[in-house]
Structure formats: C-alpha cells, structure tokens
C-alpha cells in the first residue's frame, strides 16, 4: 500500500498535503549530560595534543600486570569462562593497559613523544564474586615536552607536573595529588578533588616503573593516570 501512497502523494504534490507534528523533543536525560561531558573533555584534551585511543575491551593475562587501579579498589579482575585465545581472556579491569599497548606500538613504529587518552568501560568483580562496570577516562605521556625541531633536538623531557597541568585542564577547580603506596607506579599519587571531609577520590596517577616502561620498548619516563568518569562529573 504504502507504494501507490508515495505515487498518489507525487502526483498530488506534496506542497498540498498537510504536514502534522508526529514527534516533540525530549527532554536532557543523564544519558545526555554525560555524553555532553565526554565530549567536552575529548575537545579540551585533543586541544593540549592529545590523541584519542580505541583498544579492545579484552585483555591478555599478561597484561593485567600493567593495572593499578583494580586493587586499590578491593576488586578482582574478571575471566572469560571460553575465550577466543590466550591474548583477550580478561576483561578489561582498567584503560592503562591498553594505553600502554598503544604507546608500545607507536614508539616500535618510530614514534617516540606522546600524548594519549582513552574514555571507555571497565570491568571487575566485587569480594564477593558480583561483576560491576565502570566508566573510566586514562591519559598516559611520554617524550618531550614540546615538538623536536632541528633548532631544539633534545626538548626538555615531561615531568609528572606534565601530567598533572593536564589533569588540572579538565578540572577546573583543581586537583590534589596525595602520595599514596603503589607497587605497580613510583611516585604514586592519588587524584583528588576537593579537601577535608568533602575531597573525593577520581583516580590515581604516577610513573610507569622504568623496567617495565624498558619492556615495552618505551625508553622515556611514561606517566599515567586513571579517573573515574562519574566522580569527576560530580
């Protein structure tokens, strides 16, 4: 039926058939306001030269040694029951190790100075065996400071007050660093917004220790970091 509609409505014209409201607007959701905000932090991230990475939500066992954030939470990664192979038999606990993935690549590829961040889900399992997801936003850097050019060879190398200016970008009311006990990262800190009784914890960030940094190929210090997405909208 609808096609001799379409041919009715052609030859009748379409200017003469009147038109009929058949939807409204909906309002903002929580949906909204959250892609609304991961999109504000792509834009103000990518405007202090970083590049937005997409990895797999599956891991290798391997590289479970490259979170920090699972234990500090009192978590537990989670185990695929059939994986397809050994190199994706975990889901991802955290977003620093497909970070540090990227990077490896990137410098094998002669690509050495970088700036990467990656917004995605996470997954972990409670002490008591429930599996919960979070939304997680992790940047990692490495190299110079500023782009190698043939007047200034040998920049300046980033720092971890690097990483936190950048941090300090996407929260506009600051962030504190609270050292913090790690094994996994030197100089560990933990991302904190506020002070006192109302400081709210986002994360952790530190150094890639250099052996493992070596590992992957990665000659420079790497520094990261790992928010929770949710607590740094609040």
């Known amino acids: 039926p609808i096609d001799l509609v379409e ?12 038109s009929s409201t058949m939807a409204t607007f909906s309002p903002a959701s929580k949906a909204d306001e959250g892609y609304d905000f991961l999109r504000s932090l792509q834009d103000r991230l990518a405007s202090l030269g970083f590049f937005e990475t997409r990895n797999l939500k599956l891991i290798s066992g391997a590289q479970l040694a490259d979170d920090f954030a699972t234990a500090h939470r009192g978590m537990s990664p989670v185990r695929l029951k059939n994986p397809l192979n050994d190199e994706q038999d975990y889901l991802r606990p955290g977003l620093v190790p497909g970070l540090l993935a990227s990077a ?18 996470v997954f972990v399992a409670t002490p008591k065996g429930d599996e919960i997801e979070h939304e997680h936003l992790a940047l990692l850097m490495t190299g110079a400071r500023v782009k190698r050019t043939w007047a200034d060879p040998k920049p300046t190398p980033l720092d971890l007050h690097d990483l936190r200016a950048a941090l300090e970008a996407i929260c506009p009311d600051g962030v504190n660093f609270v ?12 991302v904190e917004i506020g002070s006192g009784k109302k400081a709210v914890k986002l994360g952790l960030a530190g150094i890639v220790p250099p052996a493992r940094a070596r590992e992957l ?14 607590k740094l909208m609040v």
């Not at 041919?7 to 009147?18: K, M, S």
């Not at 490896?104 to 889900?121: H, K, M, P, T, W």
């Open 104 to 121: 490896s690549r990137n410098v094998r590829f002669g690509r050495s100075d970088l700036r990467l961040f990656e917004a995605g889900r």
């Open 217 to 230: 190929d990665l000659k420079e210090p790497v520094f990261v970091a790992e928010l929770n997405l949710k």
């Open 179 to 190: 050292p913090v006990s790690d094994a996994k990262l030197l100089c560990a800190c933990s």
């Open 7 to 18: 041919e009715v409505a052609r030859v009748h014209g379409l200017d003469g058939i009147p």
